[in-house]
């Protein structure tokens, strides 16, 4: 019921009514703007940062917005992770595990139409599938566990930069993979043991994320087309 008012309403009159400080704006606008905007339309205190606390209770709250082609805009992220807890913790046991088996889904749905203007389509709830966690989440979880214990979880790129050979969204990797959250800098995280081909001994914090693709497939092309 707090949603419904809102419910086919394009970014741009959300903002206008319930973010007013960024009508108009063409640059400037927060990242974590759809998130904003739930957060208002649930009257929520601290919009930029807080959470409504029911709904957080009781669902892990994402965004997905789609584009006109049908594809969501981005893969959904999850927390940073340790790299020592996930090369010690069994998945069975880990924060991911818990959060995908254990918790349902609230999606703030938003869908950009042939006009070109991106709408507020409504929450849509959400369990992952089992075996997609059981087989594919679990896979990548364990090949990234496996790669920081061996400590081979770093490569040279041929300029000399360094990357990470965590699993990627491809054909292999069909569900999640592994990334950071931004592409520049920022605070590393204590690698378990130095890496042998490269000696560091912290890196980038990284974020699981299911794939883009993925979440195509699985929960936007199973919801009616407005």
């Known amino acids: ?9 394009t970014k741009a009159e959300l903002i206008s009514a319930l973010l007013p400080r960024y009508s ?4 400037g606008i927060p990242k974590q703007i759809n998130f904003m ?5 649930f009257g929520t205190k601290h919009i930029e940062t807080g959470t409504n606390a029911i709904l957080a209770s009781k669902y892990l709250i994402k965004n997905i917005e789609v584009q006109k082609s049908g594809m969501p805009k981005q893969s959904m992220s999850f927390p940073e992770f340790s790299f020592t807890e996930v090369a010690k913790v069994p998945f069975e046991d880990s924060d991911l595990y818990d959060m995908l088996s254990n918790q349902h889904f609230l999606v703030a749905f938003w869908r950009k139409g042939d006009d070109g203007l991106v709408r507020f389509q409504g929450l849509k709830s959400w369990d992952m599938p089992e075996e997609d966690i059981d087989s594919d989440v679990k896979a990548v979880y364990e090949q990234t566990a496996n790669l920081l214990r061996e400590g081979k979880a770093l490569r040279y790129n041929p300029n000399g930069s360094i990357r990470d050979a965590f699993p990627k969204s491809n054909f292999l990797h069909r569900v999640c993979h592994v990334r ?3 592409t520049k800098g920022g605070k590393e ?7 042998k081909i490269t000696g560091k001994t912290a890196y980038k914090k990284m974020c699981f994320w299911l794939n883009a693709r993925y979440l195509k497939q699985k929960f936007v092309d199973k919801l009616p087309k407005k």
């Open 1 to 9: 019921k707090h949603v419904q008012p809102y419910v086919g309403k």
């Open 24 to 27: 108009g704006q063409k640059t």
């Open 37 to 41: 905007l739930l957060n208002a339309m």
């Open 180 to 182: 950071p959250h931004t």
């Open 189 to 195: 995280e204590p690698l378990p043991c130095p890496d």
